[in-house]
């Protein structure tokens, strides 16, 4: 089976500053992995994934993460926070054939003008 | 638009009132999906559906139902809602059932059993 660990349920960063969310995960075979972002009220919009290729990954807003096998972990950064990025972030992982994502249990950013 | 919608997006009831909460996309979509919120434990697989008349059961069905009997629907049931299904329940959607493909979510609703 696979999971995700989310380190922090919170994180507060200056506007500015670096953005930096960790998601370590579990898998017996090669994972293939997601970030979702949440804004208050609304449903999770899919930020990057990460499937075969490049292990660093690009994706919307200026957020980017690399999959890093050896240390089974997808961190999320992004070099410069900005207010719209006060959101809840979930990391998600799944694998071939599988009918779902397992998803951590999340982390929301504060950004502190 | 593609998108996916949920109706109501807010529901107040009382403990053993039946309810339905409709799922809908406008994709083409395969594959359909129910996951309930929870603080502290993120998002949990409720049931899928791989397309129309195939439907599984996922990680937390107790108490639920669903149906798919057009591609494009997939309604959530609650026969006799208890207390403990109190939540924040998303529908999702992807072209076909697959690791790497993306899951398109809709807006939430966010259900109260009293």
């Known amino acids: 089976a696979q999971s995700v660990t989310q380190l922090g349920s919170h994180v507060s960063v200056s506007e500015g500053a670096l953005v930096l969310l960790r998601c370590n995960y579990s898998s017996s075979v090669p994972p293939y992995l997601f970030w979702y972002v949440q804004y208050p009220n609304q449903g999770l919009q899919l930020l990057l994934k990460?499937?075969?290729?490049?292990?660093l990954v690009k994706g919307i807003n200026g957020f980017e993460a690399e999959f890093k096998k050896s240390e089974t972990s997808f961190h999320l950064t992004k070099p410069s926070a900005h207010m719209s990025d006060a959101a809840e972030y979930f990391c998600a992982v799944s694998v071939a054939g599988a009918n779902n994502l397992f998803f951590g249990t999340g982390t929301r950013l504060t950004v502190i003008p | 638009e593609a998108q996916v919608t949920q109706n109501p997006r807010y529901l107040i009831t009382v403990t053993g009132k039946k309810l339905t909460v409709t799922c809908s996309q406008n994709m083409n979509h395969e594959y359909m999906s129910w996951y309930r919120q929870d603080p502290g434990l993120g998002l949990r697989q409720i049931y899928y559906?791989?397309?129309?008349?195939?439907?599984d059961k996922g990680d937390v069905p107790e108490g639920y139902k669903v149906s798919r009997k057009e591609k494009r629907n997939f309604p959530l049931i609650l026969e006799s809602p208890s207390p403990n299904q109190t939540s924040l329940y998303f529908c999702a959607s992807s072209l076909i059932r697959g690791g790497g493909e993306t899951q398109y979510f809709g807006p939430g609703t966010r259900l109260l059993v009293l």
């Open positions: 559906s791989m397309n129309v008349e195939v439907t």
């Open positions: 990460y499937t075969t290729g490049a292990t």
